[in-house]
């Protein structure tokens, strides 16, 4: 059984980092995203990464200061946030995909993890 499951968010103020966590099991895929929604918003992309070659993706409201990562033998991929703003402030999703092509689109993805909630106060 394929599980994804977030963890690391929380309540943090403007300027601050966190490290979100997706942990993996029941299989490996060939890469994986990071995804956000906000309150009445749609769904965002916000980073992807290949499993094999750790080739990166990134949204363009986060460049510079959120860095997707991998680590094989955790079979974990994590988002490192920083200068966080009250803008980013969303329920964070991991997603994986059978396909060894970086997407920005949620419709190349398979699998979806519950979520995190990353609120950043003013």
């Known amino acids: 059984q394929v599980q994804l499951v977030e963890s690391g968010g929380g309540l943090v103020q403007a300027g601050d980092s966190l490290r979100l966590s997706c942990a993996v099991s029941?299989?490996?895929?060939?890469?994986y995203a990071w995804f956000r929604q906000a309150p009445e918003k749609e769904r965002e992309f916000v980073a992807a990464?290949?499993?094999?070659?750790?080739?990166?993706l990134y949204g363009d409201s986060v460049k510079g200061r959120f860095t997707i990562s991998r680590d094989n033998t955790k079979n974990t991929v994590y988002l490192q946030v920083n200068s966080l703003k009250p803008e980013d402030t969303a329920v964070y999703y991991c997603a994986a995909s059978t396909l060894n092509v970086l997407y920005s689109a949620r419709q190349f993805y398979d699998y979806w993890g519950q979520g995190t909630q990353v609120t950043v106060s003013s």
């Open positions: 029941g299989r490996t895929f060939s890469s």
């Open positions: 990464i290949k499993w094999n070659g750790g080739y990166s």
